[in-house]
């Protein structure tokens, strides 16, 4: 059974710095693209970024660009999103998503809840 | 790339046919995919590629288009279909579309 689990989300004051981490099971995690998807409270989805399989290869929206940075450890089935110089307007539920490049995110985890506050 | 759902919420009732849309600023071949969200869940993915059902998914739920439209269909609506439903594009850097919200009339 795929398993994704996020975990790392707190309360941080904005231009601070947090780790979310995304734990893996039950596929073979270094064969697939691996997402992150946002949603503020109460409003969409936002796509955040994404990171290939096995080049690492990355991608970032715009409004994360140059802040945060995505990675992941294929020996311990992680994926990770590195949040620096966090705004107001990053607070929101972080989704990780097993993706399939052109097929969509066919596996969610529960959410990790990030708050940017002073 | 804009993804614009239409209508952003409707009304409806048990066992009517509903049609959502959900139109793209540039072409995007068939790299759409449909997601379903109820309230304090993760989204579960419907149907990619446009019109493929992602298994599981009940076949009262269909998708279809190409280009720039494209619709999703529920046949006969059932109270587990309340929700709310997300376009997203896959072909260049992803987008949703801002949602549209189904309610019970």
């Known amino acids: 059974e795929v398993q994704l689990l996020e975990s790392g989300g707190v309360l941080v004051q904005p231009g601070g710095s947090l780790r979310l981490s995304c734990a893996a099971s039950?596929?073979?995690?270094?064969?697939?693209?691996m997402s992150w998807v946002r949603q503020a409270p109460g409003k969409g989805l936002e796509w955040v970024s994404t990171?290939?399989?096995?080049?690492?290869?990355?991608y970032y929206a715009d409004t994360v660009k140059g802040r945060f940075s995505i990675s992941r450890d294929n020996s311990k089935d992680t994926l990770y999103l590195q949040m620096n110089d966090v705004r107001a307007e990053d607070t929101a539920v972080y989704y990780c998503?097993?993706?399939?490049?052109?097929?969509?995110?066919?596996?969610w985890g529960p959410g990790t809840l990030v708050t940017v506050s002073s | 790339i804009q993804l614009t759902q239409s209508p952003s919420s409707l009304s409806a009732s048990i066992g009517d046919r509903v049609t959502l849309t959900c139109r793209a600023s540039?072409?995007?071949?068939?790299?759409l995919a449909w997601y379903q969200q109820k309230p304090g869940k993760a989204p579960k993915l419907l149907i990619y590629?446009?019109?493929t059902l992602q298994s599981g998914v009940p076949s009262r739920f269909s998708g279809s288009g190409s280009g720039t439209d494209f619709t999703l269909t529920i046949s006969s609506l059932q109270p587990e279909d309340f929700a709310t439903y997300y376009c997203?594009?896959?072909?260049?850097?992803?987008?949703f579309g801002g949602g549209t919200k189904v309610e019970i009339k």
């Open positions: 998503g097993r993706t399939a490049t052109v097929a969509g995110i066919d596996y």
């Open positions: 039950g596929f073979t995690f270094y064969n697939y693209a």
């Open positions: 990171i290939h399989g096995s080049d690492g290869t990355t």
């Open positions: 540039q072409g995007i071949n068939d790299y």
């Open positions: 590629r446009a019109s």
């Open positions: 997203q594009q896959l072909n260049s850097y992803p987008s």
